[in-house]
């Protein structure tokens, strides 16, 4: 069965609509990643590429999952792990894939170095993660990307698609930067939920209040890291233990990067 990290249901949180609670993170991050779906439909093609279609998976800073339950979706046959230090993110995963033995939750801190002795293999085909390692430093980084290279097995991948800004290409980056935050103001003035305002409700629903304020003491306000290139990203990896790495899609202001154990 899925595994917990954030304790058992409450007679609220076993009433709750965790579906609604993952549609709805959806739906607030299509709001900020237009192309959320293309990447990842691309990160599933280079799985299914590089190790086929029943392949062992870590999901990596997996919040609600949002990668898990594509991954499921395509490939029956998959299996999951999930890892993050989010409370809330993971109590709205657990829900959504209680039951399915394909599926287990860790709680674990990136940052600690030891981070790696809580997952319950030494092994994956392919660790993905998305949108997520942007809050860590380039120095931070580089040694988690080392740590992952030490868990995907021989011919295994790594993916990241993340905000990977080419600083050399100040004038292009202003400009795609304003027409996607023109394109956010009409969405938002008809109605979309920001990051904020989506934190905001899940601090009022009984089921996600408690976990919610304590992601609030671990993490604080969102803050982000310094966001190198795509270049930095290929290069850290091989850097790190992979063999080959380089990026496989690209928006004017994210990449995809993989790297080939």
């Given at each position: 069965m899925a595994g917990t990290g954030t304790g058992t249901e409450t007679g609220a949180e076993a009433g709750t609509n965790w579906g609604a609670?993952?549609?709805?993170?959806?739906?607030?991050?299509?709001?900020?990643?237009?192309?959320?779906?293309?990447?990842?439909?691309?990160?599933?093609?280079?799985?299914?590429?590089?190790?086929?279609?029943?392949?062992?998976?870590?999901?990596?800073?997996?919040?609600?999952?949002?990668?898990?339950?594509?991954?499921?979706?395509?490939?029956?046959?998959?299996?999951?792990?999930?890892?993050?230090?989010?409370?809330?993110?993971?109590?709205?995963?657990?829900?959504?894939?209680?039951?399915?033995?394909?599926?287990?939750?860790?709680?674990?801190?990136?940052?600690?170095?030891?981070?790696?002795?809580?997952?319950?293999?030494?092994?994956?085909?392919?660790?993905?993660?998305?949108?997520?390692?942007?809050?860590?430093?380039?120095?931070?980084?580089?040694?988690?990307?080392?740590?992952?290279?030490?868990?995907?097995?021989?011919?295994?991948?790594?993916?990241?698609?993340?905000?990977?800004?080419d600083p050399a290409t100040p004038g292009i980056n202003a400009a795609e930067r304003a027409l996607r935050h023109r394109r956010m103001d009409r969405a938002k003035a008809e109605g979309v939920l920001d990051w904020k305002e989506w934190w905001q409700l899940a601090a009022a629903d009984p089921a996600l209040a408690a976990p919610t304020a304590k992601r609030f003491e671990i993490y604080g306000e969102h803050a982000d890291g310094d966001m190198p290139s795509a270049e930095w990203h290929a290069q850290s990896l091989r850097d790190g233990g992979f063999s080959e790495a380089r990026v496989v899609w690209a928006s004017p202001s994210d990449s995809l990067v993989l790297g080939l154990k």
């Open positions: 609670w993952q549609d709805s993170w959806d739906r607030q991050q299509q709001w900020y990643l237009p192309d959320r779906e293309e990447r990842f439909q691309i990160m599933l093609d280079m799985v299914e590429a590089v190790v086929g279609p029943a392949p062992r998976v870590l999901d990596l800073a997996c919040g609600t999952g949002s990668i898990t339950d594509r991954l499921l979706q395509r490939f029956p046959d998959a299996t999951s792990v999930g890892v993050d230090l989010d409370p809330a993110l993971l109590t709205i995963a657990e829900g959504t894939f209680a039951g399915d033995d394909r599926v287990t939750f860790v709680t674990a801190d990136l940052k600690d170095p030891e981070w790696t002795a809580a997952l319950p293999y030494d092994s994956y085909d392919a660790v993905l993660t998305a949108t997520a390692l942007h809050w860590l430093y380039s120095e931070p980084l580089a040694t988690l990307y080392g740590q992952v290279a030490g868990l995907v097995r021989e011919g295994g991948v790594f993916m990241n698609a993340d905000h990977m800004p």
